[in-house]
């Protein structure tokens, strides 16, 4: 055996001294705490700052996160930092580096410099990270995909500092991984031995990543025929033996996706339930949902499933966090690990999940670090400056306060604008398609979920860049479907789950919302043409009645052209009938860039031919008690102004801490 040296003065520096290629002595007995900080869908706010507000926000943004990063690192002298994807993408300053003024390629992409300078340990890849086509994710994580439609012969580019990993996305050109399926981070640690003296030692902590297989009907027009995916649960069986095989003390699952116990498809949205069955797993970063995790009082149904403790942070017995959004929150997973000689193991009885908010219990906020704001001034104020650009202007305000009830001020210019460039196309190009009727579905992209500002507010005056983007939030493209009446009506009766089912007869409050149903799936229809009533007091699959097209009722096989987005018609949101197949027209432009367009051709909009288009309305019916929503302090005006006389205010503070105020909406009227 070769002898080993360790020089006396570094006892704390070296866990112990080893010839090339052996792993390092740890005594067994020996015990440290490893604490596992997650953030998740940053979306590139790497500022509490509003681009499309142009105003400072506190309740999220990187920079605030930064201070639980640093508050995190002096309670535990271990820490592995790693991001969980939907990073690249979401905010005005990802557009401007994206489309408007393209990254060269020794820069760095801003979010990527401020995680740099945070010292991140390792990150995942989300769905978003694909909504800018393969060569620019290829370009700004500093990769070289080999992969059609990306340049083999480019050079590899600035990227993130960190090892990024992605395990189930694949290219068909190669048959290989486009990121390294995981990585094994050697990370040193100060410990105790069974004496309790401190020793400095290694763990290895294997990370492996996961996107949603979903990607390939979100993102097809970047993503057909270039690259496939398999299952999460497969794609961890297979490495994850692979990791320990290779020396991995612990693995790290970081799975962009939530929890969902229906039978385990290869195909998931939210395969986690299952991914956390795969042996081997010491813990799951979580994400996509835009939740927190643990939280003992959320009321969200994916936490309510057997076998997760939502107050512990268990899902069937394994350490799991979810970060909400935006860096709104830090996960932070306090492994406790033994040494048994041969490996570390995780002791599950002292192990500690939390998800720490940027907001503290007296809702203010902790300070944003500055070395953030000086880090990417530049490029802050050059978005600024791109987002102030006008394109014309408005005679009433857009908003999105009061879309579940009915206003539909900043959804019709969306609907006016995608109908009008699809009818122009279809005459141009589709003649025979020319004498069906073109249709537009849109839906409020903000109403309330990441908290009371985050609603869609454009006044009247100028229209500016950071307007439009407030109006249409993603940069998804357009897209037009035929659709035949049936289909039409599975479509309205699909979005109209984002209500409860009202009891009439209940003379307790009821809430109309269903929280976990996204906004942007309640796809409506603002058209002078089209009207309809949606009856929330029937259960979902059975609200929508009296479809009519132009006084007629709709016919089940009538045949429309709907425009929509590539997200949609590709199957996003699992709607009956779309599944890409219907697909007859995929636009180059993005919708965002086809509502500009159409406000600067009108200059001006005025509520009468832009804002009034209402097509649907509640179906008539009285109920004992108050049906309630919650909404944003202050707006009750524009209920009225928007012609809803069946909206009132109940309180001004809903009582729930976040600052929303307390609505009712008599169905009656």
Same mark, same amino acid.
């Given at each position: 055996?070769?002898? @080993? ?7 704390? /520096? ?13 005594? *067994?007995?020996?015990?440290? +705490? ?39 690192? #002096? ?24 489309? +408007? ?21 390792? %990150? ?8 800018? %086509? ?14 059609? %439609? ?38 040193? +640690?100060? *410990? ?27 993102? #097809? ?69 835009? &939740? ?18 939502k107050a512990a942070g268990l899902v069937n017995g394994v350490p799991t966090t979810m970060a909400n959004l935006w860096g709104k929150h830090l996960g932070v997973i306090g492994l406790h690990l033994t040494h048994d000689g041969a490996r570390w193991v995780v002791d599950k009885r002292k192990t500690t999940v939390e998800a720490r908010g940027a907001q503290r219990a007296d809702k203010s906020f902790v300070a944003p670090d500055p070395a953030v704001a000086a880090l990417v001034a530049a490029e802050h104020e050059a978005t600024i400056g791109y987002v102030k650009t006008p394109v014309g202007a408005s005679a009433f305000r857009m908003s999105s306060y009061f879309a579940d ?36 579905? *849109? ?8 908290? +009371? ?5 454009? @006044? ?21 479907? @035929? ?50 009533? /949606?009856?929330?007091? &029937? #259960? ?59 406000? @600067? ?9 832009? %804002? ?58």
């Open positions: 055996m070769r002898a @080993k040296f360790c020089l006396p003065l570094l006892p704390l /520096i070296l866990s112990a001294c080893s010839a090339p290629g052996d792993r390092a002595v740890v005594p *067994a007995g020996a015990t440290a +705490v490893l604490a596992v900080l997650e953030t998740t869908d940053i979306h590139s706010n790497v500022l509490g700052y509003d681009y499309y507000k142009l105003a400072p926000d506190p309740s999220f943004g990187l920079d605030r996160t930064a201070t639980l990063i640093a508050q995190a690192r #002096k309670e535990f002298p271990n820490t592995l930092l790693l991001d969980n994807g939907d990073t690249i993408q979401g905010t005005a300053l990802a557009d401007y580096q994206a489309l +408007v003024a393209p990254l060269r390629c020794d820069q760095t992409l801003t979010v990527y410099k401020v995680m740099n300078h945070l010292g991140f340990d390792g %990150g995942g890849i989300g769905n978003h990270e694909f909504n800018y %086509g393969l060569a620019y994710l290829s370009q700004v994580t500093g990769s070289r995909f080999d992969v059609d %439609g990306v340049d083999p012969a480019r050079p590899r580019c600035a990227g993130p500092a960190f090892p990024q990993v992605l395990a189930n996305v694949y290219s068909k050109k190669s048959g290989k991984q486009l990121f390294a399926p995981y990585r094994i981070i050697a990370k040193q +640690v100060s *410990a105790l031995d069974a004496n309790g003296k401190p020793v400095t030692a290694t763990v290895k902590v294997g990370i492996i990543g996961f996107a949603p297989p979903t990607i390939l009907a979100w993102d #097809k027009r970047w993503l057909d025929g270039k690259v496939y995916t398999e299952g999460v649960r497969e794609t961890a069986l297979k490495y994850i033996p692979q990791m320990r095989a290779e020396g991995a003390d612990l693995v790290i699952a970081i799975s962009h996706g939530g929890l969902d116990d229906s039978p385990y498809t290869p195909d998931m949205e939210n395969a986690n339930y299952h991914l956390s069955k795969v042996p081997g797993i010491d813990a799951m970063l979580l994400g996509h949902s835009h &939740q927190v995790f643990p939280n003992a009082a959320s009321a969200v149904a994916q936490f309510k499933l057997a076998g997760v403790d009830v009915g206003d539909v001020s900043a959804i019709a210019v969306v609907n006016h604008a995608q109908a009008d460039y699809v009818t122009t196309y279809v005459k141009a190009s589709l003649p025979q398609y020319a004498a069906l009727p073109v249709l537009s579905m *849109a839906s409020a992209f903000k109403s309330g979920s990441a908290g +009371v500002t985050d609603y869609t507010d454009v @006044k009247a005056g100028d229209i500016a860049l950071n307007n439009a983007a407030d109006l249409y939030l993603y940069p998804n493209t357009l897209y037009a479907v @035929k659709v035949d009446g049936a289909t039409l009506l599975a479509w309205l009766e699909h979005g109209a789950g984002r209500f409860n089912t009202i009891d009439p007869a209940a003379a307790a409050p009821q809430e109309l919302v269903d929280p976990s149903f996204p906004s942007y799936n309640f796809d409506t229809i603002t058209s002078i043409d089209v009207s309809y009533e /949606i009856d929330v007091t &029937q #259960k979902p699959g059975k609200r929508i009645g009296k479809l009519t097209y132009r006084g007629k009722p709709v016919a089940p096989n009538q045949e429309f052209i709907v425009a929509t987005n590539n997200y949609r018609a590709s199957g996003g949101g699992a709607f009956p009938g779309l599944d890409g197949s219907k697909t007859v027209f995929a636009s180059p432009d993005n919708n965002r860039d086809v509502l500009i367009a159409y406000i @600067k051709g009108a200059r001006q909009l005025t509520f009468a031919s832009h %804002g009034a288009q209402r097509s649907w309305r509640f179906a008539k019916v009285k109920t004992a008690g108050p049906v309630v929503f919650r909404s944003a302090p202050g707006v009750l005006a524009l209920a009225e102004q928007a012609g809803l006389s069946n909206v009132s205010l109940l309180r001004a503070d809903d009582g729930g801490g976040k600052g929303y105020s307390l609505y009712a909406v008599d169905l009656s009227r």
